[in-house]
């Protein structure tokens, strides 16, 4: 394996075949050359790179539980400024975190926010795999509507996910963030691109990254990158970001294929195929035009 | 502030009129802590109130984190800690509850912070009073618990506390009664800073995060094979506190002139009969151990300031010769035993085959005052033999 990939997170660490975490990861601490440490929250990505006695990190971190990564970033921030004060350590880190969109949307969102607003100087980074996939793939407020998961299957009297995912973006772009993007693991160099710039601001910033789950989304190991760029190219998962309140997209597809496209690459989402469900699809497709279409504006504004 | 400087036998030492708040926020200051992660909650408030007004007349260089509940302050505490910081914080009932995943966390990294409980009891009903369910409730969670009765030793056991944590790797407690002990103006003889400074040394941990140079991964993974060693190390280690905490506390009596042990014990030798308790009520049981030893009573009193880890051998010891006791809790434990009352028949059964009858009385709740006649009635009810299984309640 490429050493400069390896530099950071080491090969040896357990993700599933086919998992697009470790990319993500490296990509975003590929792209500073100044020291890291990273905190973690419980998920996926902390599960197979530190059981015990083993470790992948080759940099300094921390995992402490599942709901609260901002919050111990927040501490590490606050030791790393006083004891660069005094003298005690010389050398600045680049503080990131890492959590997945359970860590994230749900359970950490309080000290998340909390985090966003104190000001300190650190950069998170959402994997949004749409569910709680290290547990098995329950719903989570990330998951898509009409999606199927263990614990809001679709059945004879579901269709999956009655509800609309939460719209993370807009909620920390309220917190008046500087920097926040949204990514794609199979578009790496807008990830490390963003990710760069997002390292280079003083204070919080944020990266919502999606990370299409072999696993739980039901498609073969092999495909994870062509799902994340039919996540793009059906306008499911525009590129945009947000800096200092201003728009820009990065990438959207301005003859978007329909997004049956996206939809019927995954099992979770096959039972939308059926002629009873045709209004669910329609229902996705809507809110995925309607979400550019805000994007479109935002920029003009 | 009253504030005068004594000198007394080459000792120098202040006597301010504090509160019991304010005698931790001094503490703390002079401390020197890094880091200070905290959320307002009654009665804790005075703590952080004081120390936030010393950071903003620059009495103290602590990083302060308005963190935006308990559960992120103890979260960031692990973080700063964890980082290499010194770090502390402080809070009551149901902030403590709020903490109390991360509590077990911060003790199985063996991260060594220092927290003040104000103890207060836990909702619902809802209560913002003195009592210990709260720190009862954290028992088992890996952290030191001390508890003191007063605002001076609030203050004295703060220092205790952070060496022991910070010579030992683990976390520890410093108790205070809530509004008893919080907020009670009291005299308390402060040290000199420079002695304080002494005293408490430098924080220098052998690992910690940002050291850039020797990166390490904190909050591993143990499966079946792995756990169950790391707790037994967690518990071995434990079990050497004991000692490090009256070294400690000799040291402390050098700086300080003041002495302190694993508990207190009041005209004891002789005593027939004896109470155990914990917190500020000890002050108003050794006044009617003084009373009733003037009637001639041969009765004495036991206050425990190391009640985490146990001193079972040491209480057993202790309170071997007596042959009547009564445990006064001020928390429940409900569908069972009392806390302290569970740990003194504990203590005892190792000690001695003796038959010892032993009381449990429940007293204090939701800050419910407890006065001399209360504790009177308690000898009294070991004088008469008015002793059972049942639990009886101080109202």
């Given at each position: 394996m490429n050493k400069k990939l390896t530099e950071k997170l080491a090969s040896?660490?357990?993700?599933?075949?086919?998992?697009g975490i470790p990319a993500i990861v490296r990509t975003v601490l590929g792209a500073t050359d100044e020291p890291v440490i990273v905190a973690n929250a419980t998920g996926c990505l902390e599960v197979t790179t530190t059981i015990y006695p083993y470790t992948a990190w080759k940099v300094p971190y921390i995992h402490n539980a599942f709901e609260n990564a901002a919050a111990t970033i927040s501490g590490v921030e606050a030791a790393q400024k006083i004891l660069l004060k005094k003298g005690k350590i010389q050398k600045k880190a680049k503080l990131v975190v890492f959590g997945g969109d359970g860590g994230t949307y749900d359970i950490g969102l309080q000290s998340l926010s909390g985090a966003l607003e104190r000001g300190h100087d650190f950069l998170y980074v959402c994997y949004d795999n749409g569910g709680y996939m290290n547990t098995g793939g329950q719903r989570s407020g990330a998951t898509p509507y009409g999606a199927s998961t263990e614990t809001e299957p679709a059945g004879e009297q579901s269709f999956g996910k009655a509800k609309q995912r939460k719209d993370l973006m807009e909620i920390v772009a309220a917190h008046g963030v500087k920097y926040l993007a949204q990514a794609c693991v199979s578009n790496l160099r807008d990830l490390e691109k963003k990710a760069k710039k997002a390292l280079e601001i003083e204070g919080p910033t944020f990266l919502l990254v999606l990370q299409p789950c072999t696993q739980v989304w039901k498609f073969p190991t092999s495909q994870y990158v062509s799902v994340g760029k039919l996540a793009m190219e059906t306008n499911f998962w525009p590129l945009y970001e947000i800096e200092d309140g201003k728009y820009t997209i990065n990438y959207t597809n301005p003859n978007p294929k329909p997004i049956e496209r996206f939809l019927e690459t995954q099992g979770r989402f096959k039972?939308?195929?059926k002629p009873e469900n045709k209004h669910v699809i329609e229902e996705i497709q809507k809110t995925v035009d309607a979400n550019v279409e805000r994007l479109v504006n935002k920029v003009k504004e | 502030m009253i504030h005068k400087t004594y000198s007394i036998q080459n000792t120098k030492y202040n006597i301010l009129a504090l509160t019991g708040g304010a005698a931790a926020a001094e503490a703390l200051r002079q401390m020197e802590p890094d880091v200070m992660a905290v959320y307002p909650i009654t009665p804790q408030t005075p703590i952080i109130e004081t120390f936030a007004k010393m950071k903003a007349d620059g009495k103290v260089e602590t990083e302060i984190i308005q963190v935006e509940s308990e559960h992120s302050a103890m979260s960031a505490v692990v973080g700063a800690q964890a980082a290499g910081a010194r770090t502390v914080t402080a809070t009551s009932s149901q902030g403590l509850a709020l903490m109390h995943e991360i509590l077990y966390i911060a003790a199985g990294l063996r991260l060594p912070s220092l927290m003040y409980v104000s103890s207060r009891a836990l909702s619902a009903p809802l209560n913002i009073h003195g009592e210990h369910g709260d720190v009862m409730a954290v028992r088992d969670s890996g952290w030191v618990q001390i508890f003191s009765e007063n605002a001076q030793q609030a203050y004295d056991l703060g220092f205790i506390g952070l060496k022991l944590a910070e010579k030992t790797r683990y976390p520890v407690i410093a108790v205070m009664d809530g509004?008893?002990?919080?907020?009670t103006t009291e005299r308390v003889e402060v040290l000199e800073d420079a002695d304080a400074k002494e005293f408490v040394g430098e924080y220098s941990p052998e690992k910690y995060l940002l050291n850039l140079e020797d990166p390490i991964s904190l909050g591993a993974l143990a499966l079946q094979n792995t756990y169950f060693e790391f707790k037994l190390d967690q518990e071995k280690g434990f079990s050497k506190i004991k000692n490090e905490y009256k070294k400690i506390c000799s040291e402390f009596r050098k700086t300080s002139g003041r002495s302190y042990k694993l508990f207190d014990s009041y005209k004891l030798d002789d005593a027939k009969e004896a109470i155990v308790i914990l917190g500020s009520t000890a002050g108003t049981a050794r006044e009617v151990v003084d009373k009733l030893r003037d009637e001639g009573r041969k009765v004495g009193l036991l206050s425990i300031h190391l009640f985490r880890p146990f001193p079972y051998k040491e209480v057993g010891k202790e309170l071997a010769h007596i042959k009547k006791i009564a445990v006064l809790d001020r928390a429940m434990s409900v569908g069972a035993y009392p806390p302290l009352y569970t740990e003194i028949v504990n203590s005892i059964y190792h000690a001695t085959s003796r038959k010892i009858d032993i009381a449990s009385y429940i007293y204090g709740l939701g800050g419910r005052d407890t006065f001399q006649k209360d504790i009177e009635k308690v000898f009294k009810d070991l004088e008469e033999g008015e002793i059972s299984e049942k639990i009886k309640y101080l109202k």
């Open positions: 040896g660490h357990s993700t599933c075949a086919g998992c039972h939308l195929f | 509004f008893h002990t919080s907020h």
